[in-house]
C-alpha cells in the first residue's frame, strides 16, 4: 500500500457519461497530480493541485475538471466521455517541492464503450 | 519544451544477467530531477531510482544503478543480477527542480526476464 487511495479501482461506463474519481493522497502530503495512461503508452499529466489550489495543467481536455478540497483529498470529473477517454487514471502526492519523487496510487481504470 | 525519449520499446534478458535500459532526454535547465519507474502488470508505479542532476555521482540502489551524463543528456538504467520480478515496463521520467514539478515521462521499456 503506497498511501495513496484511489477509488473506483474499475469504472466501465457508456460514452456521453460523466464519470467522477477519486484520490486522497498520503498523509502529509499537500500536492496532488493527476495522469493519464492510455494503452501501453507513457503518463500525460492533466492537472497539479497544491492545498486546494490548482498549480498546474497539462493537457486536460476541456471536458474534464478537477479539485481538492480541505480534506485534501482531490477529485477527477471526466464529462461527454468519448471511447478514446478510456485509459488508466493515475493519482500522485507529494510533499511541496516533492525533492523525492511523488508517490502514485495504484489508478483507476476506465473503459468508455 | 522538454522531451524525454525511450528508443528500446522491449528488452530482454536472462536470469541472472546484466541488462541497461536507454533514456535520453532534451531540456535547456541545468537543474532537474530524472526518475525510473517501474510498473509490474498489477499497473502500479514504483519508483526505482532518482538522480539530481547537479550531483555528478550515479545513484544506486541494491541491484539498480544509473549512468548519468548530463552533457550528453542520457540516463540508462543498469539492472544486475536480473530476477524474474524485474520483469515490467519500464518509464524513465524527468521532472524540472522548480515550478510545477510535472513529470515528463518516456514511452517506457518492456522489460522481460527469461529463465
Known amino acids: 500500500d503506497s498511501g495513496v487511495t484511489q477509488t473506483p479501482k474499475h469504472l466501465i461506463t457508456a460514452t456521453g457519461q460523466r464519470v467522477t474519481l477519486r484520490c486522497s493522497p498520503r498523509?502529509?502530503?499537500?500536492?496532488v497530480y493527476w495522469y493519464q495512461q492510455s494503452l501501453d503508452q507513457g503518463l500525460q499529466f492533466l492537472i497539479q493541485?497544491?492545498?486546494?489550489?490548482?498549480?498546474a495543467k497539462g493537457n486536460i481536455l476541456e471536458r474534464f475538471s478537477a479539485q481538492q478540497f480541505p480534506d485534501l483529498h482531490s477529485e477527477l470529473n471526466l464529462s461527454s466521455l468519448e471511447l478514446g477517454d478510456s485509459a488508466l487514471y493515475f493519482c500522485?502526492?507529494?510533499?511541496?517541492?516533492?525533492?523525492?519523487?511523488?508517490?502514485f496510487g495504484s489508478g483507476t481504470r476506465l473503459t468508455v464503450v | 519544451a522538454q522531451t524525454v525519449t525511450q528508443s528500446q520499446p522491449e528488452m530482454s534478458v536472462q536470469e541472472a544477467e546484466t541488462v541497461t535500459l536507454s533514456c535520453t532526454y532534451d531540456?535547456?535547465?541545468?537543474?532537474?530531477?530524472l526518475f525510473w519507474y517501474k510498473q509490474p502488470p498489477s499497473r502500479q508505479m514504483i519508483l526505482v531510482i532518482r538522480?539530481?542532476?547537479?550531483?555528478?555521482q550515479n545513484a544506486t540502489e541494491n541491484r539498480f544503478s544509473v549512468n548519468f551524463q548530463k552533457a550528453a543528456k542520457s540516463f540508462s538504467l543498469k539492472i544486475s543480477d536480473s530476477q524474474l520480478g524485474d520483469a515490467a515496463m519500464y518509464f524513465c521520467?524527468?521532472?524540472?527542480?522548480?515550478?510545477?514539478?510535472?513529470?515528463?515521462f518516456g514511452t517506457g521499456t518492456r522489460l522481460k526476464v527469461l529463465a
Open positions: 500522485a502526492s507529494s510533499v511541496a517541492g516533492a525533492p523525492r519523487g511523488y508517490t
Open positions: 531540456t535547456s535547465e541545468s537543474d532537474y530531477y
Open positions: 493541485y497544491y492545498n486546494g489550489e490548482e498549480r
Open positions: 498523509s502529509g502530503d499537500l500536492s
Open positions: 538522480q539530481e542532476a547537479y550531483k555528478q
Open positions: 521520467a524527468y521532472r524540472s527542480s522548480s515550478g510545477t514539478y510535472k513529470y515528463i
